[in-house]
T-cell receptor, first 117, second 115 residues
Framework: DTGVSQDPRHKITKRGQNVTFRCDPI?????LYWYRQTLGQGPEFLTY????????KSRLLSDRFSAERPKGSFSTLEIQRTEQGDSAMYLC???????????????FGPGTRLTVL | AQSVTQLDSQVPVFEEAPVELRCNYS??????LFWYVQYPNQGLQLLLK??????LVKGINGFEAEFNKSQTSFHLRKPSVHISDTAEYFC?????????????FGRGTQLTVWP
């Protein structure tokens, strides 16, 4: 079990550029979550996948954000036309669905820290 | 809707002293409760969780928490802290009826342990 990995760990970009982050969940986990954490705040839910299906999106996920999980394995989160307000830590988590799904532990990756200049 | 309030943004303590990190929640539905820890430049790690049964739950690294339904609280405690406990701690809830397990987090409490 290598845990959840995220790439890159840090990204600095200029306002208006597009960025893409990748998350590799734990191999047998069919549930994948994206959260955003800004300075001084707790993580906030962005979106959720079960296998390859994106089942819920937060209102925080504007139309500049898009997430995919092709083949139900790794996931990508793309931000188009970045703004300074997008600067945050983007966290990915995965879990396995069994029984009462809401109690399944979510395993978090180390995050991608985005800085928009 | 669920909300989580962590009453202290920063808690400084000396090594070997006891500590309590406070968490209160508000929810229109029943919830499960969690505490996560985040070390610098790392992701979140689960410390402990309350699902049902005994209201006193024990977690990793000597931490424990007590669920108080009447006060809607889930305070985290450790009788004797170490410098290595310095980290950010997050309280979180999940709707018991949720089919996706979305976590709602508090703003976090920075615990700093001094020698």
């Amino acid at each position: 079990d290598t845990g959840v990995s995220q790439d890159p760990r840090h990204k600095i970009t200029k306002r208006g550029q597009n960025v893409t982050f990748r998350c590799d969940p734990i191999s047998e986990h069919n549930r994948l979550y994206w959260y955003r954490q800004t300075l001084g705040q707790g993580p906030e839910f962005l979106t959720y996948f079960q296998n390859e299906a994106q089942l819920e999106k937060s209102r925080l996920l504007s139309d500049r954000f898009s997430a995919e999980r092709p083949k139900g394995s790794f996931s990508t989160l793309e931000i188009q036309r970045t703004e300074q307000g997008d600067s945050a830590m983007y966290l990915c988590a995965s879990s396995v669905a069994s029984g009462r799904v809401s109690v399944n532990e979510q395993f978090f990756g180390p995050g991608t820290r985005l800085t928009v200049l | 809707a669920q909300s989580v309030t962590q009453l202290d943004s920063q808690v400084p303590v000396f090594e070997e002293a006891p500590v309590e990190l406070r968490c209160n929640y508000s929810s229109s539905v029943s919830v499960y409760l969690f505490w996560y820890v985040q070390y610098p430049n790392q992701g979140l790690q689960l410390l402990l969780k309350y699902l049902s049964g005994s209201t006193l739950v024990k977690g990793i690294n000597g931490f424990e928490a007590e669920f108080n339904k009447s006060q809607t609280s889930f305070h985290l405690r450790k009788p004797s802290v170490h410098i290595s406990d310095t980290a950010e701690y997050f309280c979180a809830v999940v709707d018991r009826g949720s089919t996706l397990g979305r976590l709602y987090f508090g703003r976090g409490t920075q615990l700093t342990v001094w020698p």
